[in-house]
């Protein structure tokens, strides 16, 4: 039940511990003490809503920076890696395999904002290496979720 | 001059009694329906996507007349991994246009002039149809919700005579939902085991049950030799649009059906058969995913109509909920205009599928979990304005 309960979240995560009961053919409480401990445990992060900011009318510009690190003694990646996720304008950090370390995911309003967050905070770490900068032109899907198209259902009222 | 000029047969045949209502529902705006008999998922991308590459590659010529060998093969090994039933595709399997293309052959290939066909009812608005354009005779069996709309030996047994050359079963079931078991095949087919008639089983929604196992009546004892089975791909993998299905059974049937079909149709659509390989190589994971989202929707209509005091069994096959409203003293057609015309729902009224449909009506949820639960907002409102009324 567990990851079924997981799995209805995530799509939704507006779903009452009562709607979700029907689904799963289980009872209320069950399913609310269920959902407790998930996120006692941390396994639920946060409710999170996927905006459209675009459509929203916010401009909003988003960057990929491939980042390569050199490795500190005694922790890896992982000092830089969680120094660089500590500032605000920073959307995810992960480390990757290939061609460079870590992959971070940067927001700002203008994309002076994030050539200033690139060149004033990021290249200038000691441990970074180098940096290359990716704007996001459009965004097509995200978070397994098509953006832009309207999902009318074009089947008649009735068809037997 | 032309009306008189008509077959006989066509001009029997009544176009659907309540095609008014449905008119009235297609052109209104604002609807919330459950009235679709079709998937509301897209084709898996992976098939849509092998679909394209084969127009690529310049696969658009015919294929033979019983369809592409290797989806032949692929439908052989699926029907052995899923069904325990054993066809050869050299000459037991014919790929349809949809598995409706199938019926009418089955029927075609059968009935002399006067032929009976047993049908239960409620069933699927087709069969009767076209059993009549065969030129048989269609007798309707009653199916009960007391026994959840299930067939038993006792309510079929009286309806044969010597002229009943076939019986049609559409388990899982459209419109009620209704499946029939291991134990309820087993009593029909000791009962049919003494008289001389075959089985023409439309296992259309067989991917499509919630909590048992689909049982394919040709793999019961004694029944392989007299059954022929037909199943398709428009509901299991959403592929309603592409018309493709296909029969399985005893050669010299599928001989006589593939003789009407090399001569009418030639091949089933090329695209479609390319898309249907793909299918059934690599599309069940897709098919459960689809299968645990109609299972949840399933338990959030029946909840939603037993909260509403109305009484409806739970359907275990398809993706329709079969819901009594006889209760609230309206006829099904009734009731389905009033809840149309106060609260733009459309559902389609049992009386659609027979006589022993009527005082129920068909809710599909081949639809998103939002416009369910619309749909049962407004619905409930309807219910209880008239059940004051009472």
């Known amino acids: 039940m567990r990851q079924e309960i997981l799995q209805i979240l995530e799509g939704d995560s507006r779903l009452s511990a009562a709607q979700i009961a029907v689904m799963l053919d289980s009872t209320e409480e069950a399913v609310q003490a269920e959902i407790s401990r998930l996120e006692e445990e941390g396994v639920i992060v946060c409710y999170h809503t996927l905006i459209d900011w675009e459509k929203a009318g916010r401009e909003l510009v988003t960057a990929h920076i491939a980042v390569k690190v050199t490795p500190q003694r005694g922790s890896g990646f992982d000092q830089t890696a969680l120094r660089i996720a500590e500032f605000p304008e920073v959307q995810a950090v992960f480390l990757v395999s290939g061609d460079f370390d870590l992959m971070v995911l940067v927001e700002g ?13 990021l290249a200038v770490m000691d441990s970074v290496v180098s940096c290359t900068t990716h704007f996001v032109l459009k965004k097509f899907k995200q978070n397994g979720r098509l953006f832009g198209r309207n999902h009318s259902d074009e089947r008649p009222n009735i068809l037997l | 001059m032309i009306s008189e000029m008509l ?9 659907s009694g309540i095609r008014k209502f449905f008119d009235i529902a297609n052109q209104m705006e604002n609807v919330i329906s459950l009235g679709v008999g079709e998937p509301d998922f897209a084709t898996p991308w992976h098939v849509r996507d092998e679909a394209i590459y084969s127009l690529e590659k310049k696969r ?13 093969v692929e439908i052989a090994n699926y029907l052995e991994r899923r069904f325990h039933l054993e066809y050869d595709p050299k000459d037991q399997i014919l790929v349809t246009v949809g598995g409706s293309e199938a019926i009418d052959l089955a029927l075609r290939a059968l009935i002399n002039p006067g032929d009976e066909v047993i049908i239960p009812e409620p069933t699927y608005v087709s069969y009767r149809p076209a059993v009549i354009m065969a030129g048989g005779v269609p007798v309707a069996v009653p199916t009960y919700e007391e026994r959840e709309f299930r067939l038993t030996a006792e309510d079929l047994v009286p309806h044969i005579t010597p002229e009943t050359k076939a019986v049609i079963l559409c388990y899982p079931n459209n419109p009620t939902g209704a499946v029939m078991e291991r134990a309820d095949l087993e009593k029909i087919a000791k009962a049919l085991a003494e008289h001389r008639l075959l089985v023409i089983t439309d296992e259309i929604y067989s991917e499509l049950v919630y909590g048992i ?3 394919s009546m040709a793999s019961l004892p004694g029944m392989y030799d007299r059954t022929l089975v037909i199943n398709g791909f428009s509901k299991s993998f959403a592929m309603t649009g592409w018309r493709l299905g296909y029969a399985a059974g005893p050669r010299e049937l599928l001989q006589a059906m593939t003789k009407i079909h090399q001569y009418t149709i030639m091949s089933a659509p090329t695209v479609s058969q390319y898309a249907a390989v793909e299918a059934l190589r690599h599309g069940l994971p897709e098919v459960e995913r689809m299968v645990q989202e109609y299972n949840r929707r399933r338990r959030v209509l029946v909840q939603g109509f037993r909260s509403m005091g109305l009484s409806c069994f739970e359907p275990k096959g398809a993706f329709y909920v079969f819901p009594r409203v006889r209760d609230l003293g309206m006829t099904s057609e009734e009731f389905c205009t009033n809840l149309l015309m106060e609260e733009r729902v459309a559902v389609v009224p049992g009386s659609a599928f027979g006589e022993s449909g009527e005082g129920f009506i068909r809710c599909s949820y081949a639809y998103s979990l939002e416009s369910l639960q619309e749909a049962l907002r407004r619905m409930a409102r309807f219910v209880e304005k008239h059940a004051k009324e009472r």
């Open chain 2, 213 to 215: 196992e689909h049982v």
């Open chain 2, 60 to 72: 658009t010529a015919y294929t033979a007349n019983a369809g592409l060998w290797e989806l032949r």
């Open chain 1, 109 to 121: 309003a203008t994309i002076q904002d994030i050539a200033r967050f690139v060149s004033t905070k």
């Open chain 2, 7 to 15: 077959n006989k047969r066509i001009q029997e045949v009544n176009p």
